[in-house]
């Protein structure tokens, strides 16, 4: 393997401008990476033989495939082409470049070591300390994902064999289902940063994991109605924040009182900015093209979207910082 970083005869003539990508350099400006690579340190591999890449080039690579949608053998492909990819990553022309096994391996290694929640939350701290996390609300909502293979017919038993925990989900008030896997996340109101993500089964009601995804460090908390629930509101008034999640009348109990009326009234404006989250959703799911998840099992495919939640914070927090 060539040296990392070692410039080449050809680079010591080129232009200034080749490989230039303005997202890419807003980004590599915006992190701390030394950050990430001491929590990386770890994966670099101790003893003789072939010398590995440098963990914190690896997991930047992985943070190329998802603000680029690309599979693991297109991102192979990607870094031997694109010389800002290689930039990016610290490479020059002439070094080689992972290959698609070796890039699922440090994944794997990554997701083993239980790291992908350290990361996740080392640059929640990064933004944080830049103020660009408002915290004047957190908003909930979730959205489904379509299992990595095609979906067997309704009402069939759950294929363990090829999807372990992917779920059909019927949504209220909606024709037909869908098969696969729910992503519940709190998005802090204004900046649309994503502050938390959790990764559940297609059938787990948005409220299960709705406590999981308050920072109890907000001013309120915003969602629908979906979320309404006695324990919950208590639990935020317990913690000084405050409730501005929307009333419903349950089927078979009294209607709405004036006063639960007149909370819903107030918040429905306010509740554009939890239309917001339906914004960040458009971004991870066209633009990221995260419609589907890449793999079998609830344990890779939450930890490859804390890596997609990271890579859409970078992308959001570089621009606003500008």
């Not at 350099?25 to 990386?40: D, N, P, Q, T």
């Not at 239980?114 to 933004?127: H, I, N, P, V």
Request: charged share 30%; aromatic share 8%.
């Amino acid at each position: 393997m060539a040296k990392q970083g070692q410039d080449s005869f050809l680079e010591a003539f080129a232009s200034t401008k080749l490989g230039r990508n303005d997202v890419l350099a807003e980004i590599e400006g915006s992190v701390r990476w030394y950050r990430f690579e001491k929590l990386l340190q770890r994966l670099r591999p101790d003893g003789a033989g072939r010398p590995p890449y440098d963990p914190l080039l690896m997991f930047r690579a992985l943070l190329l495939q998802q603000w680029y949608s690309l599979s693991d053998a297109e991102l192979e492909e990607s870094l031997n082409d694109r010389v800002s990819f290689r930039r990016f990553l610290g490479l020059g022309l002439e070094d080689d470049a992972p290959d698609h096994t070796t890039l699922c391996r440090f994944r794997n290694r990554l997701i083993e070591a239980g790291l992908t929640e350290k990361l996740f939350a080392e640059f929640d701290k990064q933004m944080e300390e830049r103020g660009l996390i408002l915290k004047k609300g957190t908003m909930l909502d979730a959205t489904l994902v379509a299992a990595a293979t095609a979906r067997p017919p309704l009402g069939a038993a759950p294929d363990e064999a090829t999807n372990p925990d992917a779920r059909f989900a019927v949504r209220d008030g909606k024709a037909g289902s869908s098969y696969g896997y729910k992503v519940h996340v709190g998005v802090d109101c204004g900046s649309r940063l994503i502050r938390t993500a959790k990764l559940t089964p297609g059938n787990v009601n948005d409220t299960v994991v709705a406590d999981d995804l308050v920072r109890y460090d907000e001013a309120a908390v915003y969602a629908e109605k979906a979320y309404a629930k006695a324990a919950r509101r208590a639990m935020l008034r317990a913690h000084g924040i405050k409730d501005r999640i929307m009333h419903k009348s349950w089927r078979g109990g009294p209607a709405l009182s004036i006063w639960q009326k007149r909370h819903n009234s107030l918040i429905a404006p306010v509740r554009a900015e939890v239309e917001t989250v339906f914004t960040v959703f458009a971004v991870i799911k066209r633009r990221m093209r995260y419609t589907r998840v890449r793999y079998r099992g609830t344990v890779k495919n939450a930890a490859h979207l804390l890596i997609l939640a990271i890579a859409y914070n970078m992308r959001t927090a570089a621009r606003r910082a500008q």
